[in-house]
């Protein structure tokens, strides 16, 4: 029996994707007032950009221990094998949630064949190691041949971020309020990294979405490898016009037509705003591991 991925809505998988490579997806859950949405199924990102652009203050939810275990111990008295992929530890409490339930059930399940992961990544830095994971899955790998492999892209990640209007930081306890509407006034951007140990940190800002791209850019150039063989990963809140901008830029830079485009997801969006821009890429790149 192949070995089954399972991953989180902190991921921002296509529907597609998720449906051809069977990987199941585990919502966190966005909060509005008292109501608490099932993220992808009971709220896309689209109605909460809408939302936000009205003044609606979202909050999210991490996936708590019962869901883990329910559907954890579902999967194992199928003697079903399989593998989470948590979005960051530094981001969330998920994962942690998830590896209590590990704990358990390896105690009351010894001869259980599962691993719970924390990737240290989120969106599609995310989807690319689950993207990546579930081919080599449905390929046949075996659970070390998999986690030598999600090994791998865990270690070498990376995720350059952008926000085009910094009011949605403000609103989120991110930023305080003069720093915004001064940012937001002289058209000034941050440019933020996911770090190793997968928080998310500021490593500049740029005035102007030219120089706000062409710095991604350099970014990508200074630490990607082999960029004209990977895919560069986009995920991005109803911005298209600065996507467009990256492509165009990125592809002259690197000679590639190579891009995933998708949407980002709740998660990171109710964080963010509307505008977020968010770019994935490898630092080192091996052959054998690559994927479509």
Request: charged share 25%; with cysteine; aromatic share 10%.
């Amino acid at each position: 029996m192949n070995i089954k991925i399972i991953t989180d809505s902190a991921c921002d998988i296509l529907k597609s994707d998720q449906q051809k490579f069977d990987i199941e997806i585990m919502p966190v859950y966005v909060v509005e007032d008292e109501i608490n949405y099932r993220d992808g199924i009971d709220i896309s990102p689209e109605v909460v950009c809408d939302k936000m652009r009205q003044g609606v203050r979202f909050k999210t939810s991490q996936i708590p221990y019962g869901d883990f275990y329910k559907r954890f111990e579902e999967l194992i008295t199928e003697k079903q094998p399989f593998i989470y992929l948590a979005f960051s530890s530094g981001l969330s409490g998920t994962y942690q949630a998830a590896a209590l339930a590990e704990r358990d059930l390896k105690e009351k399940y010894p001869e259980a064949v599962f691993n719970v992961v924390d990737t240290k990544a989120v969106c599609y830095g995310l989807g690319h190691i689950v993207y990546g994971a579930a081919q080599a899955a449905v390929e046949g790998f075996s659970m070390d041949e998999l986690m030598l492999r999600i090994n791998y892209y865990i270690d070498h990640v990376k995720h350059v971020f952008t926000v085009t209007d910094l009011q949605y930081l403000y609103r989120g306890g991110r930023l305080n309020k003069g720093t915004a509407i001064i940012g937001n006034m002289l058209n000034i951007n941050p440019l933020l990294e996911v770090s190793k140990a997968g928080e998310l940190q500021q490593i500049d800002k740029v005035r102007g979405e030219k120089k706000l791209i062409k710095k991604m850019v350099d970014y990508l150039e200074e630490n990607g490898d082999q960029m004209d063989r990977q895919t560069i990963g986009i995920s991005h809140a109803d911005n298209p016009e600065l996507v467009d901008l990256f492509v165009k830029m990125a592809g002259k830079r690197f000679n590639t037509e190579r891009f995933k485009i998708v949407p980002l997801g709740s998660t990171v969006l109710t964080h963010s705003g509307p505008g977020t821009l968010a770019v994935f890429f490898f630092d080192e790149w091996k052959e054998a591991f690559q994927f479509e």
